[in-house]
């Protein structure tokens, strides 16, 4: 499962237009990120698409030296269910 980078946003898949899943984000106002939402197509359902794309996310972060704040309730929930990630938390 290759994830990408593109604008604003972490995907799986060949087409950033149509990805099979991504993770949404914007920055806020002290410029940490903000997880805005995260959905996989029924394809990769099941999977754990959802959780890596967090990870990824979460990674980007931390190389950034930036908090989180995650509005998307799945992302919020990976996160808190993990010590090192609830620490990025905002």
Do not use: W
Request: charged letters at 40%.
């Amino acid at each position: 499962m290759n994830i990408k980078k593109g604008d604003n946003k972490f995907f799986i898949g060949e087409d950033e237009l149509n990805p099979e899943g991504e993770l949404i984000f914007d920055t806020d106002d002290k410029g940490d990120y903000v997880i805005k939402h995260t959905e996989v197509k029924d394809g990769l359902s099941g999977q754990g698409a959802g959780k890596r794309l967090v990870d990824t996310m979460v990674d980007f972060a931390r190389q950034e030296d930036k908090k989180i704040k995650a509005e998307c309730p799945f992302a919020r929930s990976v996160m808190e269910k993990d010590d090192d990630y609830r620490q990025l938390l905002k």
